[in-house]
């Protein structure tokens, strides 16, 4: 649980390359890290706890962030064995105090996933509970699997979910869905979850992973620093707009790869309208 916490017309340069992956490292402690060369699968490896969030793991995130944001690539996010992640460690959680809460461990963690430049993409098998919701709340897209659940049953511990439900989770469902599971402890199963376009799509847990590297694959193919300046004009507040927008699109006008694509578009065009 989450308590007291911390275009496409060009050409596709590494469509499908970034697939290739070394083997999985040691990302810190209950998170391993599998670098490719457009992409980055951050597995959550405490499959003896459902892959509970304790602060070991909260570490290893921040780590795993630092270098992601040095060096944007697209991230995907899943977690050994059959559970995402089932929620915050709740016997760290019982001994947290005020203190703790006041510091955010998990919530900052969370926010910082959400801002990361590049998309995240979170591929829940199984639970996906409380601060495990909550980290896939904050990823942009998520793929799951005929036994996910998705909840937040925090308040049945005598918490909240501080960790971004709160007011994320209205963003993605809408006030009334939200409040039901923020207040009631609905628990969503993935025909639900995919109903609400919680989930993106639902497929086997085989293909689970090959999944999020197809959608991992569209996002590589088009242009990076566009996709990065998309999604922070998307994700600026609404006072923001239109300025935001244009200055971000200053930026892509001047760029060589605008010319690089461009040009290939028309010329594709003009090659195929040349044969008619």
Not at 16 to 35: M, T, Y
Not at 93 to 108: P, V
Request: with cysteine.
């Amino acid at each position: 649980m989450s308590g007291g916490q911390e275009p496409n017309g060009g050409p596709a340069t590494n469509r499908g390359s970034g697939r290739s992956r070394e083997p999985a490292a040691n990302g810190g402690p209950g998170l391993l890290v599998e670098e490719g060369e457009d992409r980055v699968v951050w597995r959550l490896n405490r499959p003896e706890v459902r892959n509970a969030i304790d602060h070991d793991l909260v570490r290893a995130l921040h780590d795993a962030c630092a270098t992601v944001e040095a060096d944007p690539k697209v991230v995907l996010i899943t977690g050994e064995g059959t559970t995402f992640a089932a929620g915050a460690d709740i016997a760290q959680l019982r001994e947290r105090g005020r203190d703790d809460a006041l510091r955010g461990i998990n919530s900052r963690i969370f926010d910082r996933i959400h801002k990361l430049p590049m998309p995240t993409i979170g591929l829940l098998d199984g639970y996906a509970l409380g601060g495990g919701a909550e980290l896939a709340y904050a990823c942009d897209f998520r793929i799951g699997t005929p036994r996910t659940r998705i909840g937040n049953p925090e308040t049945g511990l005598g918490i909240l979910a501080a960790a971004g439900a709160a007011w994320r989770l209205a963003e993605l469902v809408g006030e009334p869905l939200a409040k039901e599971i923020l207040l009631a402890g609905r628990v969503l199963t993935a025909e639900e979850a995919l109903s609400v376009q919680l989930l993106n799509e639902v497929v086997q847990p085989d293909d689970l992973l090959a999944t999020g590297h197809l959608l991992a694959d569209r996002i590589a193919a088009q242009a990076p620093l566009a996709t990065r300046l998309m999604k922070a004009v998307f994700h600026a507040p609404r006072g923001a707009h239109p300025f935001v927008d244009d200055v971000a699109q200053a930026v892509l006008f001047e760029t060589e790869e605008k010319q690089a694509r461009m040009t290939a578009f028309l010329e594709r065009r003009n090659r195929k309208e040349g044969k008619r």
